[in-house]
């Protein structure tokens, strides 16, 4: 059956057992008759009957089997049967929905249960591990998890009654403006950041003083919570909106993007100063040193040479603040700034936990989504930058 | 020697005193705080005392960063042993990307499932400081020289003595910036906290939000300010030692 | 030709180069050797003005190289180092190119020179001109570097311890690869090293320095048989400096034509060094070998006396 002897892999064997324990024993969800009344739970083989509970657990077993035996063409196999699982999560819900949901309730809604959660959960560590195993570049992933998008995207027709849908509904224009506003913030920040953290740092290699002063500043600025930030803000640009009319006319205020800007700028500058101010200064003394010994300008040494060798660990420093600067802009919502943050903060407030999903999910998504684009861009360009070692063949 | 030692900790003591007197000095302060929001009805919080926020403030990062650090080594050191290894690569990339997630994000997902309240905020904050100590602990063991490894091998130490003899004392440092990074992003996410329900010194800032009222903000935000720096300034101190 | 007259370098309160007057001729490669720190690696960055000299004068072709604007002078001097100082974010081609292309030479002509030094280097164009340096090994890098430095056909080249970073195998390889590139280019060559048999295997010239000053200069076989002090004598390695001497002089230079005695049987090639022949010996138990052409034809003898007689001959001491 297999061509190579290998010894178990028990990563994938816990992962497997993992989920099927939660699976089988945790919720898959809860059907509520409206918004307020909390739902009842179902567990598994409440919501489906033991046949196609059974059914269900098939791939993961066969999961089992091949952490058994691993081998190239097994991880294969696993890496199908991981997707299979996933393209059919949703399916349950919808049989679960279309079983037990009352049809004379219009308002009535379906929660997605802890075993959904932690099946998803679970499964993306199988993803990780198999994707470690097989050595699959992140586009090569990407590729295979196109049918499940897809899968997802086909049954979504038999969950409109799904919480996180009706509350998503309800809000489609808000929704759209909340993200719009969320990446306006961050680009906004990060953008300005970027401009501001350049010349600190071109600043800061001019003048010793200037870098010891900046980085003191920066780090101080940093260990300070954003809450208290963000609330520290407030008197202070109040009473200037209050005083200075251009400030008001631009729509500066205590509450609001400006405060919320401000703060996200402050943060962002020091992992930006920091890494520029770094890629700047550790170019290799022999590079720069052949780049003079050749006749380069000093225009010319900076643009061909520094900046370039520089440009990956820039990089890096934008995808830490972009990342930073996501999660904090929800924060930023409870002084008004607007973006995803709002439902996160509405919803705690009504304990209505799909709004707080509504918000808290494509948040995570957009952190997700900027770190492996940014990150991937950042290793692309360093790929040639390996410095020469000494070393023969 | 008692004299460099004080000069050695002046940082820390410094914000830690100022801190306590913040705390405690609530009514000295009033007048003060009056002037920062003239035409608020009440300037100071009236809900709880500043220092019972600040010792429950303190309490839930405490208890939430001593089990992170617990967990999260003795983890990292599972992995690196030869029974573990299995699970490094994983460990290792599910901690760097947990790492993206933002803190205010794990918050409001953990409420859902844990509920509101203190327990659901420990658990929240237990998590997500688990991920730089692991991530730090994991940098640490495995960028150590392998030539210092071989030798501690050649001198005849167990694995056992070459963990707390060779490997913990190098990687500290690391390990050490992770634990740093790990608090202070607690004390900061515990903040948010009291969006969720937690009694803490993000009470009085969320209540001076909603009913606009600057005093509220400013003890808040001061005493948290205060608080990071304390104990930012703490890991600084320990770190240069180390 | 390169002249410096009595040329000092200050930093700070402390003097680098002291004063220090040399000529060095056009086609001769002159070796700068001193232990680090004696100010060799400043003279050699004053010659193309990447530090700038305090006092004294420089000369190139005649000319002070203060006349010339600093870049421009550079990019008619060929520079290599020992950390190569290859870009790392370029291909290979691009390296060697740099300096053509700073000279504004077009792409055509660029290409073509890029592809014709990495001939001259033994790169083959279509394995090497695409790969960046992190994938060369140090030899590989360091010819990478000396192609750059030759790119624009520079009557001067400046090497500032090529070859020091890479193991013994190598940089003997190299070594020999830039005597034949000096046999075919006659350029004008300053070299620093600190390894004193580097400097003796290549130089036409040694200038020994200690603390910024010249402590002696001269031709290989000149500073072995009598070195001015006990500096240049154990920086010549002490007594071992007889055998160094013995390692540059080729049995050609000390044979006896060919006699009508019978021929011992042990041979050793005529363009083998007295060392070499003193191993033969050693192996054959002879005290004569026959000497060879490169056909393996005797074209004459050489004899213990006649090896060890070597260093007395020419030599000063008594």
């Known amino acids: 059956m297999l061509r190579r002897e290998a010894p178990s892999n028990p990563v994938v064997l816990m992962l497997s057992l993992a989920a099927l324990a939660c699976w089988l024993w945790l919720p898959l969800g809860s059907i509520a008759p409206n918004r307020i009344v909390p739902g009842t739970a179902y567990s598994l083989p409440e919501a489906l009957g033991w046949p196609l509970t059974v059914a269900s657990c098939l791939p993961l077993l066969g999961l089992a089997v091949v952490a058994w035996r691993p081998g190239r063409l097994a991880y294969y196999a696993a890496l199908a049967l991981t997707l299979l699982l996933l393209m059919a999560l949703p399916l349950w819900l919808a049989l679960m929905a279309q079983r037990h949901l009352d049809p004379e309730l219009p308002q009535a809604r379906l929660g997605i249960g802890a075993a959904g959660w932690l099946a998803l959960f ?59 506003q969320h990446l306006l913030l961050v680009g906004g920040a990060v953008g300005t950041s970027l401009l501001l953290g350049a010349a600190i740092a071109l600043a800061m290699r001019q003048n010793p003083r200037v870098e010891r002063l900046g980085f003191a500043l920066l780090n101080f600025l940093q260990t300070i919570p954003s809450l208290a930030l963000f609330g520290l803000l407030l008197a202070p640009l109040a009473w200037l909106s209050a005083r200075v009319e251009w400030l008001a006319a631009l729509g500066v205020s205590g509450i609001g993007w400006a405060p919320a800007f401000l703060a996200l700028l402050g943060y962002s500058l020091l992992p930006m100063v920091r890494n520029t101010f770094v890629a700047l200064s550790e170019v290799d003394p022999g590079v720069l040193e052949a780049a003079r010994g050749m006749g380069m300008s000093r225009g010319q040494v900076f643009r061909q040479v520094r900046l370039p060798l520089a440009l990956p660990v820039v990089l890096e420093g934008v995808r830490i603040t972009s990342v930073q600067a996501i999660g904090l802009t929800a924060v930023a919502a409870l002084i008004g700034a607007g973006g995803l943050g709002t439902f996160i903060f509405q919803g705690l407030g009504q304990a209505a936990m799909d ?35 000494g070393a023969s063949p | 020697m008692s004299r460099s030692a004080f000069k050695r900790w002046r940082a820390p003591l410094a914000w830690c005193a100022l801190l306590l007197v913040l705390a405690t000095g609530g009514e000295w302060f009033e007048a003060l705080l009056r002037w920062s929001d003239p035409e608020a009805r009440r300037v100071l919080y009236p ?196 | ?28 490669l002159c070796a700068l050797v001193g232990t680090s720190g004696c100010g060799k690696s400043t003279t050699l960055r004053m010659i193309n003005r990447l530090i700038e000299h305090d006092g004294g004068e420089i000369h190139i072709e005649g000319r002070p190289i203060r006349e010339f604007d600093g870049r421009l002078l550079r990019r008619r001097i060929g520079y290599a180092i020992q950390s190569t100082g290859l870009f790392p974010h370029w291909t290979v081609a691009r390296n060697i190119g740099l300096v053509p292309r700073l000279l504004k030479w077009p792409a055509a002509r660029v290409a073509e020179r890029v592809e014709e030094l990495m001939l001259l280097l033994g790169l083959p164009v279509e394995q090497f001109a695409a790969k960046y340096p992190a994938q060369l090994s140090g030899g590989q890098a360091q010819r990478v570097g000396v192609a750059r430095a030759l790119a624009a056909d520079p009557d001067i080249l400046l090497m500032d311890e090529p070859f020091g970073a890479l193991d013994p195998i190598t940089r003997e390889g190299l070594q020999a690869e830039l005597r034949d590139l000096q046999a075919r280019l006659q350029k004008t060559i300053v070299f620093v090293t600190h390894d004193m048999d580097e400097a003796l295997a290549l130089a036409d010239r040694l200038v020994v320095m200690n603390a910024g000053r010249i402590v002696q200069q001269g031709g290989p076989l000149e500073l072995l048989r009598a070195p001015a002090d006990d500096f240049v004598a154990s920086l010549l390695g002490g007594d071992d400096r007889g055998l160094k001497a013995a390692a540059i002089t080729r049995v050609g230079e000390r044979m006896l034509p060919l006699a009508t005695r019978p021929m011992p049987p042990a041979r050793v ?39 060890v007689g070597a260093g007395r001959e020419g030599g000063g001491e008594p």
């Open chain 3, 269 to 307: 090639s005529r363009e083998a060094t007295l060392h070499q022949a003193l191993a033969v010996m050693f192996r054959e138990h002879a005290e004569r070998l026959a000497v060879v052409d490169g056909d393996d034809q005797p074209v004459g003898e050489i004899s213990l006396r006649r090896i």
């Open chain 1, 122 to 180: 679970w499964l993306s560590l199988l993803l990780v591990e198999l994707r470690t195993r097989l050595a699959l570049a992140g586009w090569q992933l990407g590729l295979w998890l196109l049918p499940v998008l897809g899968a997802w995207w086909l049954t979504a027709p038999w969950l409109e009654s799904l919480a996180l849908w009706q509350e998503f509904r309800g809000r489609g224009e808000a929704f759209v403006e909340a993200l719009v």
């Open chain 2, 47 to 242: 809900q709880a005392d500043l220092l019972t926020l600040l010792l429950r403030h303190l309490w839930v990062v405490a208890i939430a960063s001593g089990l992170a650090v617990v967990l999260g080594v003795g983890a990292a050191i599972l992995v690196t042993r030869p029974g573990g290894r299995d699970f490094l690569p994983l460990v290792a990339q599910a901690a760097s990307m947990g790492q993206t997630f933002p803190p205010v994000a794990v918050l409001a997902l953990a409420v859902p499932v844990l509920g509101f309240g203190t327990w659901p905020i420990i658990v929240a904050l237990l998590l997500y400081g688990l991920l730089p100590i692991v991530r730090n602990t994991l940098a640490g063991l495995e960028g150590l020289d392998p030539g210092v490894e071989e030798a501690a091998r050649g001198m005849g130490m167990g694995a056992a003595q070459r963990l707390w003899r060779v490997e913990l004392p190098l990687a500290a440092p690391v390990i050490l910036a992770g634990i740093r990074t790990s608090v202070t992003v607690n004390i900061a996410t515990a903040a948010l906290g009291a969006t969720v329900g937690a009694s803490n010194l993000g009470a009085p800032i969320i209540a001076g939000i909603i009913n606009g009222n600057t005093a509220y903000i400013l003890q808040g935000a001061v005493l948290i300010g205060l608080l990071a720096l304390t104990v930012d300034s703490l890991f600084a101190r320990l770190s240069r030692r180390g």
């Open chain 3, 1 to 28: 030709m390169i002249e410096l007259k009595s040329v000092t370098k200050r930093f700070g309160s402390e003097t680098a180069v002291d004063a220090i007057s040399l000529t060095v001729e056009r086609g001769e």
């Open chain 1, 355 to 389: 709004l707080v999903l509504l918000g808290a999910l494509p948040i995570l998504a957009m952190a997700l989504a900027v770190d492996a684009l940014l990150g991937a861009l950042s290793r692309r360009l360093d790929h040639r930058n390996g410095q020469t070692t």
